[in-house]
């Protein structure tokens, strides 16, 4: 057997071997088992593993390199070449938007994004470091289903204490991200006889897309200035709910008192089960309180979903579901189907991360960045585009900016685009009722304060290019 590549050389046949090992490489190459830029073993290394002689691989080589299958580079071997053409890196919206260019564009203020630039390297590397020379050998076995005890108990301390979340240490799930937690939580649904989900609309298109995948028939209920409208949710006879209370996605739009009361009455009343994305809630710039989760009004009716994805980076794939506890066994099962669980020293690293007062401190500096930034383009949508005005409450790393009724919004996303900004329109979130305000989302999280000014001065002068067309 061949271990440094999976090849299988047939002494017994009549093809030379140099043949064999050329077409071999090629077929391996044309299939995309061998990817651009992937290194080969050196000719002296594959030769001993296949039992050859050296010139046999060295031959083969170069007769692959004149082919253009592969390219030799100085003091890094020999590698596969990169046969496809350039690529068109054009983005396309999901709704069927034309194609934006990310290369051309000067601004991407598409939103989901954080600002990983912060990401505190040192202080998570300190963390890391503890937990393995503290690690104990159960530590490094399979992990609890649930996740580890030490996060789980830190988080549960956490989140009671800055979000009014009330939870167990028992009754919590450490996740890859919100993304694993809503497949759990969508595959429970299917298994408790659960058809439909009702949405926010407009709301998140790939959440959407990702309930439709899993089994589940996404119900859109109507966004206004109060939030979900909870009337037209009870008409829609779902029985499950996706929200984003504090600051809906993508309005911005805070959910009233009012609503919250009647959303939790409607759950109640139904059987029902509130899932409450509480996606970038510990970013919140208003001097007025923020509010609480919902889900400490009716902790046996709500699902609460958390992750580290904005506050730190969303490659650490760390999340959370604080569960009711009747349903902590169904999600166990769901989860049994699909992993064993998440990486037990990341989740450690977070619980010292936490438990250090490390997140409180990082929290901190990322608010004051993300302020300072929203300050700046608030300002300069002020100065710039007098007509325009922000809705929604101010917080987290998008702004939804309405727009003035005389410009269509298609036009001033496409005007946009000219200009070197590419932004989606309110209409690409939208699933089937339009949104109450025509408006951009504008993701304004990754973009310096001079930066967000100049893509201010560019949307102006995109609305100029269409009002003298």
């Not at 029985?239 to 209370?245: E, G, I, Q, S, Y």
């Not at 911005?252 to 009361?261: I, N, P, T, Y």
């Not at 730190?312 to 989860?335: F, K």
């Not at 300002?379 to 325009?388: E, G, H, K, S």
Request: hydrophobic share 45%.
């Amino acid at each position: 057997m061949a271990w440094q590549l999976q090849l299988n050389l047939d002494r017994q046949s009549t093809t030379p071997l140099i043949e064999q090992l050329r077409s071999g490489i090629k077929s391996m190459i044309e299939a995309g088992a061998l990817r651009p830029g992937a290194p080969l073993p050196s000719s002296r290394l594959l030769a001993a593993d296949l039992r050859i002689a050296r010139s046999v691989v060295v031959e083969a080589y170069q007769q692959l390199t004149a082919e253009g299958y592969l390219i030799s580079v100085d003091r890094s071997g020999t590698r596969v070449a990169n046969l496809a053409p350039a690529q068109d890196r054009a983005v396309t919206g999901a709704s069927g938007e034309p194609a934006l260019s990310t290369v051309s564009a000067r601004w991407d203020l598409r939103t989901g994004l954080a600002d990983v630039s912060g990401f505190p390297r040192a202080e998570w590397l300190t963390c890391l470091r503890r937990v393995l020379q503290t690690a104990t050998p159960e530590h490094l076995e399979y992990p609890a289903l649930a996740g580890a005890a030490e996060l789980r108990s830190e988080l549960t301390s956490y989140l009671g204490r800055v979000r009014a979340v009330r939870t167990t240490a028992d009754t919590l799930m450490t996740t890859a991200g919100f993304a694993q937690g809503l497949a759990l939580l969508s595959n429970m649904l299917l298994d408790l006889g659960h058809a439909t989900v009702a949405v926010e609309d407009p709301g998140h298109p790939g959440q959407r897309r990702f309930l439709e995948d899993i089994g589940l028939r996404p119900v859109p209920v109507p966004v206004d200035d109060e939030g979900i409208d909870v009337q037209a949710l009870a008409a829609s006879e779902a029985r499950a709910v996706l929200v984003t209370p504090v600051h809906q996605f993508p309005t911005g739009v805070v959910l009233s008192e009012s609503r919250r009361a009647a959303l939790v009455t409607w759950a109640r009343k139904v059987d029902g089960i509130i899932v409450e994305d509480d996606y970038d809630a510990e970013f919140w710039f208003d001097d007025a309180e923020r509010p609480p989760a919902v889900q400490g009004l009716a902790p046996e009716r709500v699902v609460y979903g958390g992750s580290a994805s904005k506050t730190l980076a969303p490659g650490l794939r760390i999340g959370w579901l604080a569960a009711p506890a009747h349903l902590t066994p169904v999600l166990e099962r769901a989860r049994a189907r699909q992993d064993l669980g998440s990486s037990t020293i990341d989740q450690l690293g977070y619980a010292d991360f936490i438990a250090t007062g490390r997140l409180e401190r990082h929290l901190r500096q990322m608010r004051r960045r993300y302020r300072e930034r929203l300050e700046a383009f608030t300002a300069a949508v002020a100065n710039l585009l007098p007509d325009f005005r922000l809705i929604g409450s101010p917080a987290g790393l998008h702004t939804f900016l309405a727009i003035p009724p005389y410009l269509g919004e298609r036009a001033l996303v496409d005007a946009a685009a000219r200009r070197g900004v590419v932004v989606r329109g309110a209409d690409h979130f939208a699933f089937h009722h339009r949104p109450p305000t025509p408006g951009l989302v504008v993701g304004d999280a990754v973009h310096s304060r001079d930066s967000l000014v100049g893509a201010a001065s560019a949307l102006a002068a995109a609305v100029r290019m269409i009002r003298t067309d």
